[in-house]
T-cell receptor
Framework: AQTVTQSQPEMSVQEAETVTLSCTYD???????LFWYKQPPSRQMILVIR??????QNATENRFSVNFQKAAKSFSLKISDSQLGDAAMYFC?????????????FGKGTKLTVNP | GAVVSQHPSRVICKSGTSVKIECRSL??????MFWYRQFPKQSLMLMAT?????????EQGVEKDKFLINHASLTLSTLTVTSAHPEDSSFYIC?????????????FGPGTRLTVL
C-alpha cells in the first residue's frame, strides 16, 4: 500500500524568509500524482500545487515550488517570501495513476507558523 | 473555478437524531465525490467514495448504514448521519473531482462541524 510521510510535525519561518516542507512517499507505480494542500485555521482545504510524476520539471505556483525527486520518492514544498497568511497545516498527498483508485493518500501534516 | 460548497457549515443536534450534510460542486460536474472525517489536529480520514448514479464505496470500518451517502446528480452528494451519537461529533469534509482536463485533482468543500449532544 502506498504511504506518505511528513517527518516535520511543526515548522516555523520568519516573515519574508524561505521554508521547505518535507514529504516522502512509497509506491511501486511509475506514474502517479502528487499534491500539496494547505489547511488554514478556517479548515478549508486549499490546493497549493500538483505534480505529475511523468513530468521531470518541478511544478511552481508563484511563491510555491516543489523539488520532485522521483528516484528518491521525495516531494518537498518550498515557500519563498513567506507571508503571515501562509500559516497553516500543510498536507502532502499521493494519488495513484488514472484508471485506478482515485483515493488520495495523505501525510499527517506539517503545521507551519510564520513569525512577524 | 472548481468551487465546492458544503451546507451546513456547522450543526448541533441531539443524540438519536439524523443529520444531512450537502456537498455541491458549483462550477463543474463532479463525477466522483469523496467524504472525509477529520479529528482535531489529525489528517483527513476517507470515509467513502461516491460516483454519480452508483452506490458509494465505503472504507473499511465505516458503517454504511450509519453514514448514508447519496450522489444523485453530477453536482450534489449528501451524507446523512443516522441516529447520531456524541462519538459521531467531528469535522466532515467533502471533495469532488471530474473527468475533465484535470481529472486527477480533488477540490474540497469548506467542511461541516457536527456536534452531537
Amino acid at each position: 500500500a502506498q504511504t506518505v510521510t511528513q517527518s516535520q510535525p511543526e515548522m516555523s519561518v520568519q516573515e519574508a524568509e524561505t521554508v521547505t516542507l518535507s514529504c516522502t512517499y512509497d509506491t511501486s507505480e511509475s506514474d502517479y500524482y502528487l499534491f500539496w494542500y494547505k489547511q488554514p485555521p478556517s479548515r478549508q482545504m486549499i490546493l497549493v500545487i500538483r505534480q505529475e510524476a511523468y513530468k521531470q520539471q518541478n511544478a511552481t505556483e508563484n511563491r510555491f515550488s516543489v523539488n520532485f525527486q522521483k528516484a528518491a520518492k521525495s516531494f518537498s514544498l518550498k515557500i519563498s517570501d513567506s507571508q503571515l497568511g501562509d500559516a497553516a497545516m500543510y498536507f502532502c498527498a499521493y494519488r495513484p495513476p488514472q484508471g485506478g483508485s482515485e483515493k488520495l493518500v495523505f501525510g499527517k501534516g506539517t503545521k507551519l507558523t510564520v513569525n512577524p | 473555478g472548481a468551487v465546492v460548497s458544503q451546507h451546513p457549515s456547522r450543526v448541533i443536534c441531539k443524540s438519536g437524531t439524523s443529520v444531512k450534510i450537502e456537498c455541491r460542486s458549483l462550477d463543474f460536474q463532479a463525477t466522483t465525490m469523496f467524504w472525509y472525517r477529520q479529528f482535531p489536529k489529525q489528517s483527513l480520514m476517507l470515509m467513502a467514495t461516491s460516483n454519480e448514479g452508483s452506490k458509494a464505496t465505503y472504507e473499511q470500518g465505516v458503517e454504511k448504514d450509519k453514514f448514508l451517502i447519496n450522489h444523485a446528480s453530477l453536482t450534489l452528494s449528501t451524507l446523512t448521519v443516522t441516529s447520531a451519537h456524541p462519538e459521531d461529533s467531528s469535522f466532515y469534509i467533502c471533495s469532488a473531482s471530474w473527468s475533465g482536463v484535470i481529472a486527477d485533482t480533488q477540490y474540497f468543500g469548506p467542511g461541516t462541524r457536527l456536534t452531537v449532544l
